[in-house]
């Protein structure tokens, strides 16, 4: 995420003489990268990317604990400064206030009640600064809000008091069917995972970390207000943001699990501007849920680790300086170990001894650290790598054991064989300095030379069952080429082989939800005997028979069958473990049914069509195929009841009538 914020408001809390450039180039060298610098009347406006792990580090006072560790390096005077927000000095509790959590949802609950309330138009170096970094000025209780948040990098809330009328929130889950309507007049439903603030009627007045609601968001006739602001689970906020789709600033902050301790910080200085803008005073007791503190840490590290992992020698007293000015509180040096308390700006992110060598690091300038290669050592694979070869493994085991024997070809072919099945060798990629015009040409696909190792082997066997797994090469104007891996079969036994084979194999893979699609497209296939194989919207498989003018060209005594998928997207759509279906304790009928075949039906088609008019259906299989005759056994049976063999048939009339 990216954030802006201006040099003047910066100041406010950074004491140095560092011009803007110099802040943008020290703070891009060690820090987060400042995209760019412009100038804006008599200020400048910075925009900063902000990595997902730091998110300390989007708002003003986070940049300037940044600066002023970086900036000390380099020699350039800095120091920190109103940082700290006092305490509120009144307290009162002429207005009623209870908020109730009691299941936990939220991390931490501030809350308190502001009296006297005045709405106008913000100070002119309010609207400046919040317009200078995109946000557009309303009056001053809203602008107080953003401005906040800006500031101390912790989204905050503001509700009418009196809107609210109960002077109760409590923080629950949405009920299903429940819906709200946000600020901006949409209605949203909610879910359960969803995380909301009713007034005790069980009516909606706020969606936590995302939005607040229209029944009570302040108007112009306000006059109480309840300042409110919330840590929340960044899981939820997140699932709800997305889910809604609304994407807001504060859940954007809020999904990134911002520190709880700044919660109370963001109160103190929305009472102290609250007080100073608007004329209010407070008249609640302040309300402070803290569900889950933030547990404190240390870390310890040893000089000769940081030296090692480094590569460079440093200065004890050095290092110290630069954690305690990250905010790291120096606690002891003792057997050769350095010890740090972790400041709760920074738990989520620093854990382990290499997090604060990495800080180290940074802030000293990786640009001065040594360019020394290190030793070679093994390099974990993507993911993506992995999946190819565990998954090329399990499939080369299960077809092995189906009685199928791996062939290894090599990736190129000749301009003989491409020609020979009528495809132009100008569309494959050439070698221009091949050893043999038998391999001239890269492959794009693997049936070529499965077919040749039939017709290589013939007359040494009855039966081949042959399977490839290769990578296939598709040319790219202008760039290297796409490299796709491909599992190729090829059988000259039958065309239910081939079928079977494929069916076992995506049974043992655990994909569902597979669909056969009948098909012509295929030149080098017989056009009256070939399919594609989809699971959802991807097609993961095309088989069939070889054409028999090809089958004729390469001199082959008996019909082979061909099927090539894509070995990605097979893997992509397997499951580990097959989906758990529990075991039916009721009986099951079996019923036999043979169905002439017209041409145009295939088994496919049958078996949607059964399954959509029986709701006994279990399943179906293929029992034999004479001539045109195709043989079916149904499996019927409920998971409420033991059925009857009549009401099985009832339900089998359904089917041959529907097929029929």
């Not at 709200?180 to 209605?187: H, M, N, S």
């Not at 520190?259 to 501007?273: F, G, H, P, T, W």
């Not at 001199?555 to 082979?560: A, G, I, N």
């Not at 998928?565 to 759509?573: D, I, N, T, V, Y």
């Amino acid at each position: 995420m990216n954030i802006k914020i201006t040099h003047n408001w910066l100041k406010e809390y950074l004491e140095t003489d560092a011009t803007p450039d110099q802040i943008q180039k020290y703070l891009s060298l060690c820090g987060p990268s400042v995209e760019s610098v412009i100038k804006n009347k008599d200020d400048y406006i910075y925009d900063i990317e902000v990595t997902s792990n730091r998110i300390d580090t989007a708002s003003v006072v986070g940049i300037a604990r940044e600066a002023f560790a970086i900036l000390n390096q380099y020699g350039i005077k800095a120091q920190l400064k109103n940082v700290i927000v006092p305490e509120p000095k009144n307290d009162s509790d002429r207005l009623s206030l209870s908020i109730s959590d009691t299941k936990k949802l939220c991390n931490r609950v501030v809350s308190v009640v502001m009296d006297n309330v005045h709405i106008k138009d913000s100070p002119k170096y309010i609207k400046d600064r919040l317009e200078s970094v995109g946000i557009r000025s309303l009056n001053n209780i809203i602008d107080i809000t953003n401005y906040v948040m800006i500031e101390y990098g912790h989204p905050t809330h503001v509700m009418d008091y009196d809107r609210i009328k109960t002077g109760k929130l409590i923080i629950r889950n949405a009920e299903k069917g429940e819906s709200a309507i946000t600020l901006d007049g949409k209605k949203h439903q909610l879910s359960k995972q969803d995380v909301i603030a009713d007034d005790g009627t069980g009516r909606i007045v706020d969606l936590l970390g995302i939005m607040g609601t229209e029944n009570s968001v302040v108007t112009t006739q306000t006059k109480r207000v309840v300042l409110f602001i919330e840590s929340n689970n960044p899981h939820i906020i997140r699932h709800t943001s997305m889910k809604l789709g609304i994407r807001t600033v504060a859940a954007i902050y809020d999904e990134k699990q911002v520190d709880s301790e700044l919660a109370k910080v963001a109160l103190n200085r929305l009472i102290q501007l609250f007080e100073e803008l608007a004329e209010a005073k407070i008249a609640s007791k302040s309300i402070d849920i803290y569900n889950r503190p933030t547990q404190k840490k240390s870390v310890s590290i040893s000089m000769g680790d940081l030296d090692r992992i480094i590569g460079v020698p440093m200065k004890k007293d050095e290092v110290v300086t630069i954690l305690k000015n990250l905010g790291f509180n120096f606690i002891s040096d003792k057997n050769n170990l350095l010890t740090f308390s972790i400041p709760s700006f920074r738990s989520h992110d620093i854990s382990i001894k290499e997090d604060l060598v990495e800080e180290v690091a940074r802030i000293y300038g990786y640009h001065h650290l040594p360019s020394a290669l290190q030793p070679m050592v093994y390099i974990k694979q993507p993911k993506e790598s992995e999946l190819i070869f565990s998954g090329q493994s399990k499939i080369k085991y299960f077809l092995k054991h189906l009685g199928l024997h791996e062939v290894m070809n090599y990736s190129m072919i000749s301009k003989e064989m491409i020609e020979s099945y009528d495809f132009d060798p100008k569309e494959y990629l050439r070698l221009s300095n091949t050893i043999s015009e038998e391999i001239e040409y890269m492959r794009r696909t693997l049936l070529y030379s499965l077919v040749k190792n039939i017709k290589d082997n013939e007359g040494k066997k009855e039966e081949f069952r042959f399977f490839e797994i290769a990578k296939t090469y598709l040319s790219r104007e202008n760039e290297l080429p796409d490299e796709t891996f491909k599992l190729g079969i090829a059988v000259n036994t039958s065309f239910s082989d081939l079928k079977g084979i494929l069916d076992a194999l995506f049974k043992e893979l655990n994909i569902e939800s597979i669909k056969t699609k009948i098909t012509e497209e295929h030149t080098i296939l017989n056009k009256k005997l070939q399919g594609e194989i989809y699971v959802g919207n991807h097609l993961i498989c095309v088989f069939g028979q070889l054409n028999k003018k090809y089958e004729f060209k390469q001199q082959l005594t008996k019909p082979v069958y061909l099927a090539q998928l894509g070995l990605e997207a097979l893997l992509k759509s397997a499951r580990q473990f097959p989906r758990y279906r529990p075991i039916n304790q009721f009986a099951t009928v079996k019923l036999d049914f043979t169905i002439e075949m017209d041409g145009k039906t295939n088994f496919e088609e049958i078996k949607i069509k059964a399954f959509k008019v029986s709701s006994l259906l279990e399943n179906v299989e293929v029992v034999s195929i004479y001539k045109n005759r195709l043989s079916l056994r149904f499996y019927f049976s409920s998971s409420e009841k033991n059925i009857t063999e009549d009401e099985a048939k009832k339900d089998l009339k359904k089917i041959s009538d529907s097929v029929s």
